[in-house]
């Protein structure tokens, strides 16, 4: 076979045969591991011909089904050369149309005048139709949301994992009852967004998966933070936990008294109790709400309901719940044996849609709580990279999601091995030949609880980094995606939902990106740990405009914890240091790291003298330091508004370290309200609400 024509496949495919590792080193991905990811794409590349024909397959020559362009600015296009003198006609979607004809020559493009409103056109031609996104120049801002608030002057918000939160009555772990205090309390002392971890639907029948980054759907909300008080009401919880039997109260009150979290056991009497209210509602017999809910989110919440009930149905017989191992009949949510399943388990389908209600309901009420109480922004939803190759998103969107390739990032500062995360991916390609329809139905979803989305590994908008099942993460090969598509519909949708948008841009970053993100109104991330070149920490005001300040994120230590070497002790003692690395090595980097941090707060004020082995002063500083900076918003998260040592997820690691399971030391109704946490919050108002008068 002639590699050339195995390469060029690769190429236009989007595939990078060559890229750079995170210290700069040139890499080349073989071409046997060329032709695992270009295989899993549905490009066969076993031979010469093979190839042709794959590169015939991508070069098409359809009418696209979706056409992205900004308001005020020519849209270009690429049509079928048989159009060439035919007329047109764009009906624009807030009314009135615009007639005209193709030019002579299409073989190259062409170019239609600009359109100068925004929102989804619909082009007629005489080989079919193609959508017009027509998105403003930018993303919704966070200028954009203070715009109603003249009292505010530079937002500031506050952090929080969902599930760490702790109340009277919670099981065990967050709900969307804890949530809604939070923002309350946060609210009051002048915070204008509270950002959550991800809320994605998870595998209500395998509690033992709980990373919020590894969900089973984007589309829906983890049921398992729903409060079962909520539903009915607490004299109906009262009535679930006496038919529960036993000593079901009791086993409520021990969760709760734990320091950590036993999902598999919290999350299996939860959803037994909600069952119960389940059946209790049924008996009552109004469901005019809930059918309205029903009809509102329509196939998709039914394709979910489906796949939760076949997948609890399959393990309880003891068989695979991997939906790609299940009889052909049941692998297509179109099949009549899927639609036979559901009228033979229309009470277990009917339930998982209640569950999405209840969800849906309590996230409402979270956010609804925050504007009322004047946040501008409130909530700030995490939109996960990925989902569960295995999960309900893929299941059905089978046509748009990669089945057989894993998201992941090659070896960099952040984890030296590499990752494979186990998730799937949209295929680039098919998400243009279907007009984005599974994208644009995850962003709405996405966008619909909140006044804002963090996107998780922002980087993959331009590119992926993707893993053949079974493969080393270093095996893997970045596949580009079509960011200036994929930017214009979130800067569309987050305007249609008034929402701020958040790019998690941290790892390997191509050059350029952050302004691409910039000049999209789309905000990146700088963590206070990694603002240094080295040799110093970099001051406030050298932070840039166009991305948020922040202590510490979910991966990476907590300041007390960094400031302590405790993140060191958990490396060492779990053999992740850096190859080459010795544990004496790393601390004294740390101690460097520890003096120019000390050194950089000192110039700004915030600190004086030589550094202190206790952290609160850094604790106060770091801060106050963010608040400093002209990002637009600044976000500490609350094990750093507490001082907290331990951090929530340790990458590289599963069962030695306890991710996703540690809780809040204190109740949520005065969580905010200790001293020392109180000066804190503030100081952070105090200091933003300054510099926003500069």
Not at 34 to 47: D, F, K, Q, V
Request: proline share 6%; charged share 25%; glycine share 10%.
């Amino acid at each position: 076979m002639n590699d050339n024509k195995l390469h060029r496949l690769a190429d236009a495919a989007g595939l990078m045969r060559d890229w750079q590792s995170f210290n700069g080193e040139p890499r080349q991905v073989s071409d046997e591991g060329m032709r695992r990811i270009l295989g899993a794409l549905g490009l066969a590349c076993g031979s010469d011909e093979e190839c042709l024909q794959s590169l015939a397959q991508l070069e098409g020559g359809r009418l696209p089904a979706l056409v992205t362009a900004t308001v005020g600015q020519p849209l270009r296009l690429h049509l079928p050369p048989a159009l060439a003198r035919s007329p047109y006609r764009i009906d624009l979607e807030g009314g009135g149309h615009v007639d005209g004809r193709f030019g002579d020559d299409l073989s190259h493009g062409t170019a239609l005048a600009a359109i100068d409103a925004c929102g989804y056109h619909t082009l007629h031609t005489d080989d079919g139709d193609v959508c017009l996104a027509v998105a403003p120049p930018r993303c919704f801002g966070v200028a954009d949301a203070l715009a109603q608030h003249p009292q505010a002057a530079r937002a500031w918000g506050i952090g929080v994992q969902l599930y760490s939160l702790r109340r009277d009555g919670d099981g065990g772990y967050g709900d969307y009852t804890a949530l809604r205090e939070l923002v309350r309390r946060a609210a009051g002392r002048g915070a204008a967004a509270v950002a959550i971890s991800p809320v994605h639907a998870m595998f209500s029948a395998d509690v033992h998966r709980f990373s919020p980054y590894g969900p089973s759907s984007r589309l829906f909300l983890n049921a398992l933070h729903v409060d079962p008080a909520e539903v009915l009401g607490m004299n109906a919880l009262h009535e679930a936990l006496s038919e529960e039997g036993g000593d079901a109260a009791q086993q409520l009150a021990a969760l709760e008294r734990q320091e950590l979290i036993d999902w598999p056991a919290a999350a299996a009497l939860r959803l037994r109790l909600l069952r119960r209210l389940h059946d209790m509602f049924l008996r009552r017999g109004d469901r005019h709400a809930f059918d309205a809910f029903r009809a509102r989110e329509g196939v998709a919440l039914r394709d979910h309901a489906c796949f939760e009930a076949i997948h609890a149905w399959r393990l309880a017989q003891g068989e695979n719940g991997d939906w790609r191992s299940w009889p052909d009949g049941l692998r297509d949510p179109r099949a009549p044996e899927v639609a036979q399943f559901a009228r033979e388990h229309a009470a277990e389908v009917d339930f998982h849609e209640f569950l999405q209600w209840q969800a849906a309901r309590g996230l409402a009420a979270a956010q609804q709580a925050g504007r009322e109480a004047g946040m501008p922004i409130g909530l700030i939803a995490d939109l996960a990279v990925g989902a569960d190759s295995a999960g309900s998103q893929a299941w059905s969107r089978q046509d748009e999601i990669i089945n057989g390739l894993s998201v992941g990032a090659p070896p960099d500062q952040l984890n030296t091995r590499g990752q494979s995360w186990g998730i799937g991916a949209f295929s680039p390609h098919a998400m243009k030949a279907r007009g984005f329809g599974a994208y644009l139905e995850m962003l709405r979803a996405t966008f619909s609880h909140g006044g804002g989305a963090r996107i998780d590994h922002v980087l993959g908008l331009a590119r992926l980094w993707l893993v053949p099942h079974g493969a080393s993460p270093e095996d893997g090969a970045y596949l580009r995606y079509p960011i200036d598509d994929l930017l214009r519909l979130i800067a569309l949708e987050s305007w249609r939902h008034r929402a701020i948008v958040i790019g998690e841009d941290l790892g390997t970053v191509p050059a350029g990106f952050d302004t691409r993100l910039a000049d999209a109104g789309l905000l990146g991330i700088r963590v206070l740990q990694f603002q240094q070149d080295g040799r110093r920490f970099f001051g406030a005001r050298e932070y840039p405009r166009s991305a948020i300040a922040t202590t510490t994120t979910h991966d990476l230590p907590t300041m007390a914890g960094w400031w302590a070497g405790r993140d060191i002790d958990w490396r060492v003692k779990l053999d992740l240091l850096e190859p080459g690395q010795t544990e004496a090595a790393a601390r004294d980097a740390r101690a460097h790291e520890r003096h120019t941090l000390w050194a950089a707060l000192r110039n700004e004020g915030l600190v004086h003298g030589e550094p202190s082995d206790q952290p609160r002063q850094v604790l106060d500083a770091a801060a106050a330091f963010i608040a400093a900076t002209p990002a637009p918003l600044a976000i500490l998260p609350v094990e750093d508004a507490l001082g907290l040592v331990e951090q929530p997820n340790l990458p590289g690691t599963i069962d030695e370290h306890p991710n996703w399971r540690r809780r809040l030391p204190q109740p949520v109704e005065n969580l905010l309200d200790a001293p020392e946490v109180a000066a804190r919050l503030a100081q952070l108002n105090r200091t933003r609400n300054d510099q926003g008068e500069h």
